[in-house]
């Protein structure tokens, strides 16, 4: 096992140097430039260290534990950004090893260590995140290692080891929640898990950390605010809501459209008419509005944005106009369209995440020539074995535990329904980069999936020869 822990450590540090170090030669840097993400994340921390005081607070400052060390090493804010790129890399083999444990536990087999590690490693939507300064690596290792921990705690480890693995694990569920609070409602079956699993002692050491840290948010925020503040003050950038993006992005979530502003060029976002009208779907008008409506709010959008020679106050009263038109837009379809609203909507963004992860392999494969194209292709064919996998396994999974009282394959398929599901169903977001949080419980399911179709088969064969 220490053997294939240091061989991923290895292969990683290899990819690393593979994929940077060119990048390095022409730049000086290990992170592949930064991203509007970045910044946000990057910019309150700087302001902490400068002035004492973590601003702009919009973000939770998850960041800081992979930032703030090598800043205080004394390196600059550009070989901290490489540092971290490279703690990324290495860290990513670190959780790829515990994911393949992680396994091993689960199925008891030493063939799937390997596999569910070398998967892990070599998975492309987890490798592209890597190079860039953002919280998606971070959390997805960070989520993997607590994932492996807390099924350790439970099957293998001694009574007196238990309450320090408990606390680690609280560390880093703790962590994986300040990068991305979306993990917050895992706390919650993390604690059930050990609850069902009679680790009473190892429950309270779990959530120790998490109590005490988000305390400790909880506290800043209301001696900052005066007011009782969870989590952030806003859940959008506070550009948004100094232009018509946050009324827009509402409206979108309306009938489910892509949200992923800054990289689709909308309808909203040029001048360009559409007159077949197909940029949206038909079922969604109302009887507050129409495309020739959607079409004429366009013509305001464009102006308030491009004309030089309107006031401060007209602008600020066309964007007036602009956010009280897109809501109203967005009410009519939660009114008059229910099952648009409650059930398309949320399917359609959930259906965007997945397209738009496999859309970025087959638009490569497009535009790709020679052997790097069919790699691509390849790419594009496994993701949807890869996804479809996951999401039989998931299901193969809920039933086994349901039927064997087999509380560790109940939890897995409860987390991974969570995590596969949660940005598109709850949130209505439809960016592909909200999957890689759920990357490693499908893994774990779309394993499940070949192990139960390999066993059947086998089974099957067995007895056709045995008769």
Do not use: E, H
């Given at each position: 096992k220490w053997l294939l822990f240091w061989g991923v450590i290895v292969i990683k540090i290899i990819d690393l140097v593979?994929?940077?170090f060119p990048h390095f030669q022409k730049t000086g840097q290990w992170y592949l430039g930064g991203m509007t993400d970045t910044e946000s994340y990057i910019a309150p921390l700087e302001n902490f260290l400068e002035k004492g005081n973590y601003t702009p607070d919009y973000r939770l400052p998850g960041m800081a534990v992979a930032y703030l060390p090598f800043r205080l090493l004394g390196l600059s804010q550009k070989d901290a950004l490489s540092a971290v790129v490279i703690f990324q890399v290495i860290y990513s083999g670190v959780a790829a090893y515990f994911l393949g444990y992680l396994l091993f536990l689960l199925f008891n087999r030493f063939s799937l260590f390997v596999l569910g590690s070398m998967f892990y490693l070599l998975n492309p939507i987890l490798r592209k995140w890597e190079m860039y300064v953002l919280t998606e690596t971070l959390c997805v290792n960070t989520l993997s290692i607590a994932l492996f921990l807390i099924v350790f705690i439970c099957h293998k480890s001694s009574v007196y080891k238990q309450v320090y693995l408990a606390f680690l694990c609280g560390l880093l569920i703790t962590w994986a929640f300040f990068l991305r609070p979306v993990v917050l409602p895992l706390v919650f079956l993390f604690t059930v898990y050990l609850y069902v699993q009679r680790r009473y002692k190892c429950i309270v050491f779990l959530l120790l950390p998490y109590f005490f840290f988000h305390g400790l948010w909880i506290v800043r925020n209301y001696s900052k605010y005066r007011r009782f503040i969870p989590l952030t003050k806003t859940i959008y950038y506070p550009q948004y809501h100094r232009t018509y993006y946050a009324a827009l992005f509402r409206f979108?979530?309306?009938?489910?459209?892509?949200?992923?502003?800054w990289k689709v060029t909308h309808f909203f976002?040029?001048?360009e008419k559409d007159t077949t009208g197909s940029t949206f779907p038909?079922?969604?008008?109302?009887?507050?509005?129409?495309?020739?409506?959607?079409?004429?709010?366009r013509s305001i959008v464009y102006r308030w944005e491009k004309d030089s020679?309107?006031?401060?106050?007209?602008?600020?009263?066309?964007l007036s106009y602009i956010k009280r038109k897109f809501n109203l837009y967005a009410n009519s379809i939660k009114k008059e369209k229910p099952f648009v609203y409650y059930f398309i909507a949320p399917l359609r963004s959930l259906f965007f995440i997945y397209y738009t992860e496999w859309k970025t392999f087959y638009e490569a494969f497009v535009k790709s020539e020679g052997f790097p194209k069919w790699i691509y292709l390849g790419y594009a064919i496994i993701f949807v074995l890869f996804i479809s996998s996951a999401f039989i396994g998931v299901v193969?999974?809920?039933?086994?535990?349901?039927r064997n009282r087999n509380f560790t394959y109940l939890f897995i398929a409860l987390t991974a329904i969570y995590l596969l599901s949660v940005y598109g169903l709850v949130f209505r977001l439809s960016e592909h980069r909200y999957l890689v949080t759920a990357v490693p419980l499908a893994i774990i399911t779309a394993f499940y999936c070949w192990v139960f179709l390999y066993v059947k088969i086998r089974s099957f064969y067995t007895t056709i020869g045995s008769g």
């Open positions: 593979w994929r940077g979108l979530q309306a009938y489910g459209d892509f949200t992923n502003l976002s040029s001048a038909s079922y969604i008008y109302t009887s507050v509005f129409n495309y020739d409506s959607l079409v004429a709010l020679t309107l006031t401060p106050q007209q602008k600020k009263q066309l193969l999974m809920f039933v086994s535990g349901l």
